[in-house]
């Protein structure tokens, strides 16, 4: 089992940043892979970027070059860089990592926290 808790979110904005965090604890050591996602009010939840354990990234395109994804191994948390925020990245953000234990994908999400960007 894994367990995330994310930090970090407010209110902001527009133009503002924000550093979300996620604290990750229990069986750290198969994670594969991490991420941030957002769910909008009214929307589907939505990738906005992921780390794999190599460090490698990948971003949503309405949010490349604005945010930057990284992880601190040694202290099991990721982050989540905002910057020049808008309007519609106002969502509730969920961490996420997967875990793969003899070749079986496990997926776990944190408990959300909200981004509200003012116009």
Known sequence: QVQLVESG???VQAGGSLR????ASG??????AMGWYRQAPGKQRELVATITIGARTNYADSVKGRFTISRDNAKNTLYLQMN?????DTAVYYCNAIEVIVGV???????GTQVTVSS
């Open 27 to 32: 069986r750290r050591f198969s994670i594969n």
């Open 9 to 11: 979110g407010g209110l």
């Open 105 to 111: 994908q496990y997926a776990y999400w944190g408990q």
């Open 84 to 88: 020049s925020l808008k309007p519609e």
């Open 20 to 23: 979300l965090s996620c604290a």
